[in-house]
């Protein structure tokens, strides 16, 4: 009976508390401000959740909201929330998560704050996919989601292949990256300016990204790709960790590098087409949300559940900005997030700058 009975073994240092059982034998690293800051962060994005969903024209109480989310209360309540406001609060909440776990994962992987999938191309890619099947006309009967899923999936692609050569690095990613997304960008341009009128209209209002008129048809392939990707990041997240230590390091240590970097690319990048083709190309979730949750929870590299909670809360709060700032009309999300992170964007630049990381 004594061999049956667990060891648990605690060691503590510089603020991290290693756990360790015996029997059966399992180990473990228990970060205590991590856990405080991703507590707070939940709390902080159900809140504005609620109270995103409160919102509106017809105002509710939020004593009815909660209540609502889960099927009870009066019928006018219950249809307001259920089909009208919940859908695009969770697609807001869906698509934060997916940007920041995302940038997560590519600024670990890449070993630079400064590599998002909005910085390497991926959501221009997607974005000229989208425009070019609405003032072309073969995206008529595909869909925006379906034609932003592929331009989000083929770019990535094209920026593997390019990035090889016996082997892949962070450096080189990135630099294709920019040179893809410029390539992407100066596309959609083109083709705006060749559109009618409604098209051009048509494909702005999804290139900056929003949250109106979402519907449970946004919402169940962005959580059912959630479901399984962000299990799949977190698992891949023991080969980010050593991947910060340099490849020459991680080869040491076993890690097949090539395959890690692929295995987090293609997770990444699904994460973001999938939010890309639910909301559109938010700006710079991906790109703030990681370095925010890194700063919060003092880690060497971004934490992925906080990031993704951080990317969450960053989204529905500029949703709501742009619904409350100017009461005559609502922003797109993404106009929002652009004001708020051109600002930590420089920051990030200049600091680089100073600390002798930005080339």
Known sequence: MTGLIPRVELSRTAGRTAVRVTRPPVSGLLR?????VCLLLAAATFAVFCFGIATGDY???????????WGSGDGGTLLIIQELRLPRALTGLLVGAAFGVSGALFQTMTRNPLASPDMIGITAGAGTAVVAGLVLGFGTGIGTQTLGLSGALITALLIYVLAWKRGTTGYRIILVGIGVS???TSTTEYLIARARLYEAQQALGWLFGDLGNRNWGHVRPLALTMAVLLPAALL?????????????VAV?????????????????????????????????VALVAPQIALRLARTAWPPLTASALTGALIVLVSDLIGRRL????ELPVGVVTGVLGAPFLLW????????????
Do not use: K
Request: net charge positive; aromatic share 6%.
């Open 59 to 69: 105002p509710l109480a939020l004593s009815d909201v909660v209540p609502a989310l």
């Open 236 to 248: 891949l997240s023991r080969w980010t960790r050593t991947l910060q230590l340099g490849d020459e």
């Open 182 to 184: 410029w390539l992407f």
């Open 32 to 36: 205590p401000r991590l856990l405080v």
């Open 326 to 329: 100017i009461t005559d009309m």
């Open 252 to 284: 040491g240590l076993g890690i097949p590098v090539q395959r890690a970097r692929l295995a987090l690319l293609l997770t990444g990048v699904g994460l973001v087409a999938f939010g890309t083709a639910a909301a559109g190309p938010i700006a710079f």
């Open 348 to 359: 990030l630049l200049a600091r680089a700058n100073r600390t002798g990381s930005g080339g």
